[in-house]
């Protein structure tokens, strides 16, 4: 079985200082990871996703999330947050060689304060 | 490119009553699925559909009805609504990249039944 955790419901963070959004997973073999971003009444939108290789990967809006297999963590990043980042943010696991469909966890809502 | 896109984007339903949510995607992907998003529970699967013809069950179909003719469609109905199946509706579609099956969200369907 694959789950996925999101242990914080929001974060606050002030313009221009560093954000993380964390995400703990769980998959009996290899996992692939996933974030999405949702604005507010939108679809959810790709981000980034880790396969293999390298573990810190890089994605779209200068996000980035690094991959962590011994505390089976895929934590979200960026160095310099903006108000615009102000988003609604879902990890999402499926295992390799599993079902196609992915577990989203609950989502962690990020505030960006001016 | 359109990608997924779903019909109606708002909809106001009495008990008792059924609809069809329409989804459609233009990216030839085989892979379709229905979510609900409700507060604190994050995306719950519905159905979803490895190709045309065959569909599955997934974490809460219980009231809802799906079918797959096409490659391009993938309608969800609601049988007999019930004001729990108040919620916001996404459908996804994804196809397989090196085993990825990284998904594409439509914009959703607001339902509110009364």
């Known amino acids: 079985a694959q789950s996925v955790a999101q242990p914080e419901d929001q974060v606050n963070v002030a313009e221009g200082n560093p954000l993380t959004v964390k995400c703990t997973y769980s998959v009996s073999g290899n996992p692939y990871l996933f974030w999405y971003v949702q604005y507010p009444n939108r679809g959810l939108q790709f981000l980034l996703k880790?396969?293999?290789?390298?573990?810190l990967v890089k994605g779209s809006y200068g996000f980035e999330a690094e991959f962590n297999k011994s505390q089976t963590s895929f934590h979200l990043k960026k160095p310099s947050a903006l108000v615009s980042d102000s988003a609604l943010y879902f990890c999402?696991?499926?295992?390799?060689?599993?079902?196609?469909?992915?577990?989203f966890g609950r989502g962690t809502s990020l505030i960006v304060h001016p | 490119n359109a990608g997924v896109t779903q019909t109606p984007k708002f909809q106001v339903l009495k008990t008792g009553q059924s609809m069809t949510l329409q989804c459609a995607q233009d990216?030839?992907?085989?892979?379709m699925s229905w979510y609900r998003q409700d507060p604190g529970m994050g995306l719950r699967l519905i159905h979803y559909s490895v190709g045309a013809g065959i569909t599955d069950q997934g974490e809460v179909p219980n009231g809802y009805n799906v079918s797959r003719s096409t490659t391009e469609d993938f309608p969800l109905r609601l049988l007999s609504a019930a004001p729990s199946q108040t919620s916001v509706y996404f459908c996804a579609s994804s196809y397989s990249t090196g085993g990825l099956y990284e998904q594409y969200f439509g914009p959703g369907t607001r339902l509110t039944v009364t």
């Open positions: 880790y396969i293999t290789g390298d573990n």
């Open positions: 999402a696991v499926r295992e390799s060689g599993g079902s196609y469909i992915p577990t």
């Open positions: 990216m030839n992907h085989e892979y």
